[in-house]
């Protein structure tokens, strides 16, 4: 047996909804970025952008482990002199929700064309809500 490489013509996209209510958020983001790149498939191939996409209910109540809700920083530059901006998780999460996942996500993702394509097929939204029937998702449960 021999195991034929995916092309992009054969491509089916699969849509999964999660609920991120009351999950850790860095346990959350690689399974979500496990789906996006298609990894849980049996013919992934890493050339070609054949993962799923990802719908993500409740990001504003996403949690983090120990004391990182008081200690991680999230950084902003502008490329000018003193133009470095931190922001703490907490003041984040009040502030942009969204942000807090997309950013964890889009870091296990590759750093080329394809992980601009994937991260483009992540939906993110505070309530428990979402627009996307027509791609009839499939509800995934976080381990």
Not at 43 to 55: E, H, K, L, R, Y
Not at 71 to 89: A, D, M, N, W
Request: charged letters at 25%; proline letters at 6%.
């Amino acid at each position: 047996m021999r195991t034929e490489p995916l092309k992009k013509k054969d491509v089916t996209r699969q849509w999964f909804i999660i609920d991120a209510k009351g999950k850790v958020l860095g346990r959350a983001a690689s399974q979500i970025a496990c789906l996006l790149t298609g990894k849980y498939l049996p013919n992934f191939t890493p050339s070609v952008d054949g993962g799923a996409g990802v719908i993500v209910l409740n990001c504003d109540k996403v949690v983090v482990t120990g004391d990182k809700s008081n200690q991680k920083i999230y950084k902003s530059f502008s490329g000018y002199p003193g133009g470095l901006k931190t922001t703490v998780y907490s003041e984040m999460m009040a502030k942009k929700p969204k942000h807090i996942l997309r950013h964890a996500v889009r870091g296990m993702l590759p750093r080329s064309i394809i992980g601009d394509q994937i991260i483009k097929r992540l939906k993110l939204y505070v309530d428990g809500e979402h627009p996307h029937i027509a791609q009839k998702p499939i509800e995934f449960k976080l381990k």
